[in-house]
């Protein structure tokens, strides 16, 4: 995907996000960079609250009230996305070049109007089509998306759909707008595997039809398997490690990329508890010092502790943020993982 | 397992509708299925089959059209004495789906995670209510300080850990957990499930467990009921239905479970259910049947012989 068209299309420079909570400062993306390029998929992977949900915001002018971007620049289409102020400079952004599926499809959608209503709103906006016309596409759309009975569903409320339904009409509404860049924030949790793997392929068909660019955030790695060029692995406001998706799966390098590979499922014995990370994510109302997993990682290095680490580069597209491989560092031998994964993962039954 | 033991649960052919009376609509058609005691019972299945509903109406949210609901052997649907109501709030708790609208957006965590205590009517002193908050939340992976901010300020996973935090209080013996996991990151989530695996050692819980990654179900679930449009068509203990799974809908569901693994999801192969593929009519309708012990089945007959063949 990298090789033949290097297009950054979206780029994050030295990113700073903060929020003000009752007097304190929370610092939620701590100097971020990440170059999106043109077509690709990549998927942002992490723990909860490690600034995910946030990064993927300001593209859109979506943070809190209370948050804001202190430094750094977000670059898209020669305009420098952070300095946009009114609504109006939005306007122009949102839905229409970048569009946005919600982790909660309720935050979404409008309790108090039909489902067929709000589609064919986006549809008569942005493919300008209209009366039968607009209301047809929507009913396209509904079918798109695996909803059976358009012609009832059209006239239904949000809460007279199931989670996994209104997912999915999110996901309309957002297709219907037709973006550059799709950012899909836990897109599909609500879905059972079978709609999963049908909308996933729904919007991989749309990404090869409208060359459209896709962000994913999910914390499902199997749908990252599936979907991504490329990873992202977010740890407290900061990308630890990036790289192609099989990179970062069988050859990660972040001790904290480690031991979220570690804590699968798929890796447990049934009866005995499964591997989790020991402790907590730093408050990030505090200043974080040095490695912000040092406090976690029983194998941290002294120097985990008092300096933050640079991103190494480990091959041209894989790079990642840990002392481990500064040429000084002691040899340290990641987990099994990687191996049994590959084992466990091919030996899929059916 | 297949020795005698308490059932807690029993639902018996249980059927929901939604709609007016002239346009009615089965969300939950005839199910059956029992779940006993200290056991982890898995209800998986398509979007919209009616998992949530069946949590629902056995926290007596929706009322049931037609069917039985009991718990440790007594009836909960339909009509109740107001005592057995209120033993039944307190011991049967959900986890709602839907982390970001079931909590109250106005109220602190503190008082989201200790609302249920208040319900119950005697008075907590103050001092054990905050100590009851603050070990809830550090038996989910929050931070006790975290008893003063509001939901909003907190991230998807962390708000699903306090819906569980606000379960836990309770001391219930049954929780009913939708989709308990999804928001959760990977390690969180590893952190959820030995925390109901531990308590339910601890405290014999018993939990019906509603998700869609069924690589989480496998490895948590004693047994597991497969539902779609409101039908069980498949139920058998966790291992075995991935090892023999005979329903169609059941193979097409286990195909396409997303492997955290690039090579073998490139190489993946999905089944697709057609619900023509039965071939059903009025000759050969298909029932509840027996393939195997403790293996159910929706079959008709020629199905269930050709699905004993493969044995
Ligand atoms: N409005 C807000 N005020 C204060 N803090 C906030 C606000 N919104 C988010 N945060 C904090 O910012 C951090 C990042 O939150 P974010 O929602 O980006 O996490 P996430 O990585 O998307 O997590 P999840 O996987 O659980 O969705 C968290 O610590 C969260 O508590
Ligand atoms: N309050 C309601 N009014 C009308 N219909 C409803 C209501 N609640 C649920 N339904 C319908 O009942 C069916 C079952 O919904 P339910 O929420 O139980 O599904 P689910 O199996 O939990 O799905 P998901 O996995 O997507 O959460 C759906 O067709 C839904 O549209
Ligand atoms: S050396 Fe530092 S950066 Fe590397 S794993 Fe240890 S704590 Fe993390
Ligand atoms: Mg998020
Ligand atoms: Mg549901």
Redesign the interface.
Known sequence: MQSSENNVILSFQDLNVKFT?RGQTLHAIRGVSLDVLQGESIAI??????GK?VFVKCTMGLL?ANGYISGGSILYNGQDLTTFRTDDDWLKIRGKEIAMVF??P??SLNPLKTIGKQIQEAVELHQGLKGPRAKQAVMEILSDVGIDDPVRRYKQYPH??????RQ?VVIAIAVACRPRILICD?PT?????????QILELIKAMQKKYNLTTIYIT????????VADRIAVMYAGDIVEVGS??EV??DPKHPYTW???S????L?V??E?????QG?PP?LFHEVRGDAFAPRNPRALKIDFLERPPMFDVSPTHKARTWLLDPRAPKVEPPEHSRS??E???S??? | MSEQRKKLVEVQDLTVKFGSKRHPFTAVDRVSFHIFQGETFGLVGESGSGKTTIGRSIIRIHPTAGGKILYGGRQINGRISRQLDQEVTQKIQMIFQDPMSSLNERAKVDYIVSEGLYSRGHHLPEKERQEKVAKALSDVGLLPEFASRFPHEFSGGQRQRIGIARALIMEPDFIIADEPISALDVSIRAQVLNLLSQLQKERGLTYLFIAHDLSVVRFICDRIAVIQKGKIVELAESEELFAHPFHPYTQALLSAIPQPDPIGERNKKLLVYDPDCHHYGPENQPSWQEVCPGHFVLASQEELERYRGQL
Do not use: W
Request: net charge negative.
């Open positions: 909570l992977v992490g723990e909860s609250g490690s949900s809190d982790q909660d309720m935050t007279e759909f199931s989670g996994g339904m999915r836990e949790t609500a879905l059972d595997v079978t709609i999963q793997a914390h499902d790695l199997g749908v990252v398997a599936n998706c099989d799966f069988y031991a979220l590979l804590s699968l499922p798929q447990g049934k009866n508890p499964l591997y989790a990370i907590t408050n994964l590959r466990k993962g091919v899929r039954r059916v």
